[in-house]
């Protein structure tokens, strides 16, 4: 399903680039401020679409599949190629304008575009691994002037040592507002990961302007729904999703993420705001004008990512200018946009206790009155009848039967079978809207999760030695993560699958530092899993036969070579 949207979307946009002689302005990452993804094309019709041709083919000359949003300005278009080097094209002349080139660690689904009210500042703005930066959109050069000599530091500012924080950078790009950029981020989900505070960086200095603290600190609004002192050790609360922007009325809409440690919350009894909020700012200030949390103490993951849908709605004849947010776990909550008042019900229900010693789930959670969008439950007669063979579908038939169940049932020490899962509902790019009509587009994933807690041994860090050989303890914590992490692509004996290719003894060919890399930020066709702790990350590595310490920095045994074309930076 979603191969087809992604192929009808590169069509059409052939289609349009012919009827018109140039192509029109996609400036934003998801189109438009609004996020709304919707574009007319008065060129395409029922009588004519099946004439769509493919008028011509950019190649990225190397092996990653992109999750990139191009942007296209003034006929040129940037674009993710040739080894993670953002390249301008025109698309008049289907020529590559510059190159600059090995951005690996650069925000993988887009970038920002700004330019000054006369048009002589022209420039991209994106995160690259835990660095803000700026380059010149005409030449492709670097902007020093930006920060400090072109790089401004995401780790300062958080209110944590610099050097603890191992991951700031978000998958998505941000949201540009006048001469602001709002930036989430992505800190990572295990014990002691950084805050994911909301921060906007001016576009023409790299200063920091204002921060919204998504664990609030004491005297702020929320404080009292968290442990004393909270703030000063809990993690997550993070936008790494996508931020909708009403420009005309300066209102940013931020999806919030869960705290850490996802599922086990212990350590952060009440209610967790503002995580799994939808948070309305002013975009100026930072100043929260409404929050609305959709699940509360989350110990399910069930972050919302999906963009936040700005529509007008008619309800009880009148016209509401609204704000729609789907969730992983299947509803879709809309609300007015200004107030923050939901536009349909939403009733606060029990859900069950939990079981595990130390925790306290909330004792009820938000339903929206509205049609489920997902299946809410996991049943043995749910098993498809194809792909699997009997004796696979009797083993998991009996797992199911045997598993824990239901919405907002907490994780326990005994297996707990989720659907819709924290991967499943509605996620990130899942959303579209026609704004005027009032219509929201929305994509369901049926993926379910299995949950099972496992405690730790006092003293047990749960991952042994970090240098030096391999012992049985680390190798066995590595099979046991790359079991969860990595065998569902790579293959349970890591010899591949038509998916990912084999790692047998890749440890033997690169170090920490790349591996690293990959598994935090991404590379081909493996998105960024940024919440494996370096310590797991470590012992993955033992367990495909590395035996280097760990080492941060580059890694000598990766080589960088210049792509072909007009590279102008590297």
Known sequence: MLQLIRSTLCALFALAFSALGSAADWRDYGGTPDQSKYVVLNDITKDNVDQLEIAWIYPTSDERAYQFNPIIVDDVMYVLAKESSLVAIDLKTRKELWIHANLRGITNRGINYWESPDRKDRRLLFTLEDTLQAI???TGKSILSFGKQGVVDLREGLGRDPKTIRRVRSNTPGRIFEDLLLLGSSPGEGYFSAPGHIRAYNVVTGALVWTFHTI?????????TWPKDAWKYVGGVNVWGEITLDEKRGIAYFPVGSPTYDYYGADRHGMNLFSDCLLALDARTGKRLWHFQMVHHDLWDYDPTAAPQLLTVRKDGKTIDAVAQATKQGFVFVF???TGEPVWPIEERPVPKSEVPGEAA?????????????????????LTPFFISDAERAEWK??????RAGLFTPPSLSELAVLPGAVGGTNWGNTAADPARGILYLLNQDFPSFYKLIPLEDGDSG???LFGPPDPATLKRGAASYKQH???CHGEDRSGTPAAPSLVEV????GFPQLRRTVLYGMGRMPPVGHIADEEINAILKFLGGARPIRRGADPSEKVELPAGPVVAS
């Not at 609030?216 to 009292?224: A, V």
């Not at 440890?507 to 690169?510: D, E, F, L, S």
């Open 362 to 382: 909330w004792p009820t959670q938000p339903f929206s009155l509205l049609e489920p969008t997902a299946r809410q439950s996991v049943e043995p007669d749910d």
């Open 398 to 403: 009996a797992r199911i039967e045997k598993a």
């Open 136 to 138: 010149d959109a005409r």
């Open 336 to 338: 007015d946009r200004v």
């Open 486 to 488: 990595c065998a569902v």
């Open 507 to 510: 440890g033997t060919r690169i």
């Open 216 to 224: 609030p600190q004491p005297g702020e609004f929320g404080y009292d």
């Open 463 to 465: 991952f042994g030695r």
